[in-house]
Structures are given as structure tokens and as C-alpha cells.
Nanobody, 117 residues
């Protein structure tokens, strides 16, 4: 069974930085894509960024140039470095893992990021 454990959320002022981490167990790091989604109150969950096992990345337009997704395949861990944070980045951030062998999505428990103005 795939399990995802997230860490790193919190409260930060606008313009500040945070780093999220998500460690996975039960999935082969060479056969999955990992990433981050977020959901603000009243909004649908949306993709923030993801990264393939080969290092290919994909970003939402709203975070390009400010956020960087990376991964350590040896640790089966994905990171999200968030810089120049804005109040509109406030949301619950969810780690996502897509296991490409069994074509299933798995989700972390979510971590709250609050950016004050």
C-alpha cells in the first residue's frame, strides 16, 4: 500500500518562502510521477507542479518562476520550494503520486500553507 507523508506547511508573510516535502513508501520511484496540488476554500483542487521519475517537470502558470519542484529518487521524496509567496497561494497543499504500473493516484493528508499580506 502506498503511503505519503507530507511536511513543511505553515504561516509566512507575503514575499517569504516555504519548502514542502513528501516522502512515499510502497511505490517504485522509477515508475511514478509525483507532485503537488492545492485547494483553497471554495475552489477546486488544482495542479501546482509535478515531476516524472526522469526529472521532467510541469507547472501551473500561476507559480512559474516562483515555485520549484524536485525529487530524490533514492529517498522517493518530492519537494516543493515556494518563493515570493503571495496571499493567493494560501491553500491546503496535497502531495500526489501517480503509480504508472497500476495506473492509480494516491494522496497525502494535506498541509496548510497560509500567506499573510
Amino acid at each position: 500500500q502506498v503511503q505519503l507523508v507530507e511536511s513543511g506547511g505553515g504561516l509566512v508573510q507575503a514575499g517569504g518562502s516555504l519548502r514542502l516535502s513528501c516522502s512515499a513508501s510502497g511505490s517504485d520511484s522509477s515508475a511514478n510521477t509525483m507532485g503537488w496540488y492545492r485547494q483553497a476554500p471554495g475552489n477546486q483542487r488544482e495542479l501546482v507542479a509535478d515531476i516524472t521519475s526522469g526529472g521532467g517537470t510541469n507547472y501551473a502558470d500561476s507559480v512559474k518562476g516562483r515555485f520549484t519542484v524536485s525529487r530524490d529518487n533514492a529517498k522517493n521524496t518530492v519537494y516543493l520550494q515556494m518563493n515570493s509567496l503571495k496571499p493567493e497561494d494560501t491553500a491546503v497543499y496535497y502531495c500526489n503520486l501517480r503509480d504508472l504500473r497500476i495506473m492509480r493516484n494516491f494522496w497525502g493528508q494535506g498541509t496548510l500553507v497560509t500567506v499573510s499580506s
